[in-house]
């Protein structure tokens, strides 16, 4: 298996190696793998001639440096787990000076006010950094195709957008939630969660589904308090936020039509650990 460090190396490979009409398929990660990673992996394998991992822990996007800190980071693993599914694949896992060139700093975007919703408003900055990293990654990559999670779904949207406004030339693809068996959503932060803390978090799935159960049922503002209700009254997590949301736009509603499709957005902290999830509405 292949593994770069730099831009330079990366791109000399991927010119030298690649012919004119491979398509190469790109999955960009900060690491701490897990089986909704290996389902991106296997799917750009099946896509593509030739798949690149990004493994990357990118600081510009973390508006808390505690959480930056914390996040785990384990690329012997990481590359354990990716060689299991294909020896073939490339591994671009640069340092944070390679990418940045000693100026971590993000770009402004203009995402058409999808960056104002939900995890906009409580990260400030947040998207801006992931704009300019999958950016920087997409333009050394020069990818066919692109996947990301749902799981992250307003940052898929986001990536959608920037994709759209730079004309990059590639294909963004989103993939299903890959959950644990209780339903939690699978996620690298799922590394700092004890097994009985993982076992409380399933909570949030089994809201998310009674949800999607009294969609189209109760209104928009009753199934808000709902939610409301069920987190003030559990012990172990701190309601962030919960939003239903168009899907396109991403603006929470107080009214649906029958036109268009939404979703639930929930983040919540379990003692300092903060979680995300969210679900097709319609």
Do not use: C
Request: glycine residues 4%.
């Amino acid at each position: 298996m292949l593994i770069f460090k730099t831009q330079e190396d990366l791109k000399k490979h991927l010119a030298e190696n690649s012919p004119e009409k491979t398509t190469r398929g790109f999955v960009p990660t900060m690491g701490a793998l897990h089986q909704g990673h290996l389902s991106l992996i296997e799917k750009s394998i099946i896509d593509n001639d030739l798949t690149i991992i990004s493994i990357f822990v990118n600081p510009t996007q973390f508006n808390n440096h505690s959480d930056l800190e914390n996040y785990p980071r384990t690329l012997e693993a990481d590359v354990e787990k990716i060689s299991t599914l294909n020896k073939n694949v490339i591994i671009f896992a640069p340092s944070v000076d390679e990418i940045y060139k000693g100026k971590t700093l993000a770009e402004e975007f203009d995402f058409d006010g999808l960056e104002h919703e939900m995890e906009g408003k409580h990260r400030p900055g947040h998207f801006n950094g992931v704009g300019t990293i999958v950016k920087r990654l997409l333009e050394i990559v020069e990818p066919t195709r692109a996947y990301f999670g749902e799981k992250d779904f307003q940052q898929l949207q986001i990536v959608r957008k920037m994709v759209e406004k730079t004309k990059l030339p590639v294909q963004i693809i989103g993939q299903p939630i890959y959950r644990e068996p209780s339903g939690l959503a699978m996620s690298s932060r799922n590394t700092r969660l004890s097994e009985s803390q993982k076992k409380e978090a399933s909570f949030i799935y089994q809201t998310l589904k009674e949800v999607q159960k009294q969609f189209g049922i109760k209104n928009v503002a009753e199934i808000k308090n709902w939610v409301e209700q069920q987190f003030n009254n559990n012990p172990y997590f701190k309601l962030e936020y919960f939003e239903i949301a168009d899907e396109s736009t991403l603006k929470s509603v107080t009214t649906i039509e029958n036109s268009k499709k939404y979703r639930a957005f929930i983040a919540v902290f379990m003692n300092e650990i903060r979680l995300i999830d969210t679900i097709s509405l319609n």
